[in-house]
């Protein structure tokens, strides 16, 4: 039986959205509607969930509510109804915020109907559902309005942008690589090709202050995942026949064979790995080093061409100097792209080549290569990079030496210069927990109320425990 006192509350919100899955349905000055023989109308009916938690006090939930939403018919265009759905999830956030003076967070999920009687009868069932759960019911009705632009960072639209990711922490990351490989798939090479130039002069940033390249970055390596798709493969060569100097479609096929390598030698250690796995490990990695040199003279014009470059390298076992030395020089060419320390530090682990102490080390000499006033952001995101690659066993200010005075005053400074980014400050309130400076996370925690990362704790430190090190309980 429910109580006041119950961790969880389900929050629903019913949305009726009128909406043509096809190409664009017009309006005919009769207020009818035409539409060609191969187009379909759907009614989609999308269920918002999720807790409403006291205001100012996230730890304390209210009761059960159950808020019914509705909007009206719109003149969309293929794909648009998810904008419009995360539009009306919007208002129905804020129109309950406004009534019922708490603090709501929710997400959704959607189903489709061939009529609107059906989806009537479904939002009558969850209405039905909700009094006889002792709910109270918000009816809350929106106007029709037509889907807002995309936001395609220079790409005509199309482009998928999905309305329910932020520009925000790993959703942002997400949200470019969605894009990316919604280009791809649609063979828009020259649009794909202009949003990367675009994102490799690095003006472009998550609200994290994160580059949105990295996003980028994703979208290479998630064109694979732990298998070999040979018609990407096929379709990056497409790429590069209709631009010769791409530099994403370069780095795609070297991702390829980089991919394959490692999938030929396997995830196992070293002692694991048979003759013939390394020698196609070998024989792959050195395709992708080839496809890398040979693109270098307009690619080398990317960040990410250093970067997988550096990732190559780290697989052949170059020298250190020679890894070294490629470093520098894309330092050099893209003084502000903080990535590039990330792949030396990859390099230096204690499972390649490196050490712990040698990180540390590699990190005092970048902050030293530094201006004064970057310092002490990149202190922090370098170590938060570190820290991300070791085991949950491992205590990051004992095991590491990390400072946590000075990565405070790191996420201090990002936070300043990031006010937007809920990420910094659930990354920051994760480490004040495992600093057990909790005073810092307690502030933090306030601020955040629901729109605290889970993501940014981790597995063995979660928000639980957090909470609990905060009140003095027992972990």
Avoid at 373 to 401: H, K, P, S
Avoid at 447 to 468: K, P, Q, T, W, Y
Wanted: glycine share 8%; aromatic share 12%.
């Amino acid at each position: 039986m429910r109580t006041s006192k119950q961790k969880l509350y389900l929050l629903l919100a019913t949305a009726t959205l009128v909406v043509a899955a096809g190409s664009l349905i017009s309006s005919t000055a009769n207020g009818g509607q035409q539409e060609n023989a191969d187009q379909r109308q759907e009614y989609s009916v999308c269920v918002f969930y999720g807790r409403a938690y006291k205001h100012g006090v996230p730890s304390e939930t209210i009761g059960w509510i159950g808020a019914l939403s509705r909007t009206f018919p719109i003149t969309l265009a293929r794909g648009d109804w998810e904008r419009i759905v995360a539009g009306a999830r919007n208002e129905w956030l804020n129109s309950v915020r406004a009534r019922l003076g708490d603090d709501v967070d929710g997400d959704g999920s959607c189903a489709h109907f061939p009529t609107m009687q059906e989806a009537s009868e479904f939002i009558d069932g969850q209405t039905s559902d909700f009094r006889h759960r002792d709910a109270q019911v918000v009816s809350i009705e929106f106007a029709a309005h037509a889907a807002p632009a995309e936001d395609c960072d220079g790409v005509p639209a199309p482009c998928t942008a999905p309305g329910n990711l932020t520009w925000d922490g790993p959703g942002g990351l997400e949200r470019v690589r969605l894009t990316a490989h919604f280009l791809f798939d649609a063979d828009r090479f020259t649009d794909l090709d202009a949003l990367i130039d675009r994102y490799s002069k690095l003006h472009d940033r998550l609200t994290d202050g994160r580059f949105k390249l990295s996003g980028i970055a994703q979208f290479l390596t998630g064109m694979f995942g732990s298998g070999v798709d040979e018609a990407v493969l096929e379709k990056a060569r497409r790429w590069r026949t209709q631009n010769s100097k791409s530099a994403g479609a370069a780095l795609l096929e070297a991702e390829y064979w980089s991919n394959a390598a490692w999938k030929a030698r396997g995830s196992g250690y070293g002692n694991s790995v048979s003759p013939e796995g390394w020698q196609l490990f070998r024989e792959r990695l050195e395709r992708a080093h080839e496809t890398l040199v040979a693109a270098e003279p307009y690619a080398s014009e990317n960040p990410l061409w250093y970067m997988q470059s550096l990732e190559v390298n780290l697989g052949l076992g170059v020298p250190l100097e020679a890894q070294f030395s490629l470093y520098e020089r894309g330092l050099k060419a893209f003084p502000s792209y903080f990535n590039l320390h990330f792949a030396m530090i990859r390099f230096l682990r204690p499972e390649w080549y490196g050490s712990n102490p040698a990180i540390a080390a590699f990190i005092a000499a970048a902050l030293k290569g530094s201006p004064p006033y970057a310092q002490a952001e990149l202190y922090t995101r370098l170590w938060w990079f570190t820290v991300e690659g070791v085991e949950d066993d491992v205590d990051i200010f004992r095991d590491l030496e990390v400072s946590w005075p000075q990565m405070k005053k790191g996420f201090d400074s990002l936070v300043k210069s990031n006010p937007d980014s809920a990420w910094i400050r659930s990354s920051y309130a994760a480490y004040a927990c495992q600093a057990h400076d909790m005073m810092t996370f307690t502030r933090l925690r306030g601020e955040l109320g629901h729109r605290i990362e889970g993501r940014a704790f981790r597995s063995n430190i979660s928000i639980d425990v957090c909470d609990a090190r905060a009140n003095g309980k027992p972990v």
